[in-house]
């Protein structure tokens, strides 16, 4: 019963791991002793984020853009090279797009569909050799996506293609689960409610108020909490979920 919630000397690929959500995943990991890659679209910037984050453990800057198929190809090829195994791979990596019905636009449908459900499909089946080689009966491989709680719930935004995309990532995450399961990889989600982050900027200096007097837990969340849950379930206490999606949102989207 020692140790349930250690993940030292893990491996763990995070994209979108340079800022906002992915960056608290990544932080959480690599303090907690994971060899941890991170993945953005900005080389610059993840650079720097990695550079900090090795001052606290080991961290490896991967940029690409994983909105394209070159770039999810160009990422795991990277993977492939350095380890034999992965342990981890979070899938991070999102865009939104908010727009009236009346004029959404087909390129950013397009583009927030194709980073937030079909990269993280892809990600998985390139990354499919080294997860299969790190995932026993006792301590599975962990996938785990991050979806949203405007996957589970009507947003009150006109963000039609992000809504959609996180719901059906919540889906494929379930479908993974039944057919990965017996190769020992663990496929969860989770559903973030509000964080400070660069796409939830804009909203929460609009209506940051708001959300927190409406929330049950009264706040916004806090790195703690992101990094928290994704160390559960990159750990031995979580070996036996899969085909799960958490909520971490302070309630404002399960208790509705």
Not at 41 to 47: I, L, S
Not at 139 to 150: E, G, M, Q, T
Request: glycine residues 10%.
């Amino acid at each position: 019963m020692k140790n349930l919630f250690s993940v030292e000397g893990k491996v763990a690929l995070v994209t979108g791991g340079s800022r906002g959500i992915g960056e608290m995943i990544a932080t959480g990991y690599v303090h907690n002793g994971v060899k941890t890659y991170i993945s953005s679209r900005k080389k610059e910037v993840c650079d720097e984020v990695a550079a900090q984050l090795s001052e606290h453990g080991e961290c490896i800057s991967l940029p690409a853009d994983l909105g394209t198929m070159d770039g999810v190809k160009q990422v795991a090829a990277a993977i492939a090279e350095r380890e034999e195994k992965l342990d981890i791979l979070v899938n991070n990596a999102g865009a939104n797009w908010a727009e009236p019905i009346d004029g959404f636009p087909e390129a950013g449908w397009d583009k927030v569909q194709a980073l937030n459900l079909k990269s993280p499909f892809f990600l998985i089946q390139q990354l499919l050799p080294q997860l299969r080689a790190s995932g026993t009966a006792e301590d599975p491989a962990r996938v785990i996506n991050i979806a949203s709680i405007d996957g589970m719930h009507v947003p009150g935004l006109e963000t039609y293609a992000y809504s959609s995309s996180k719901a059906g990532l919540i889906h494929l995450t379930r479908v993974l689960a039944k057919r990965l399961a017996g190769e020992h990889i663990c496929v969860n989600a989770i559903c973030p409610g509000p964080f400070q982050s660069k796409m939830m900027a804009e909203t929460l200096r609009n209506f940051g108020d708001a959300i927190r007097a409406s929330n049950p837990r009264g706040r916004i969340g806090e790195p703690e909490d992101m990094a928290g849950t994704a160390i559960f379930l990159a750990s031995r206490a979580s070996a036996y979920i899969t085909g799960a999606h958490i909520p971490v949102d302070g309630g404002s989207a399960t208790t509705v």
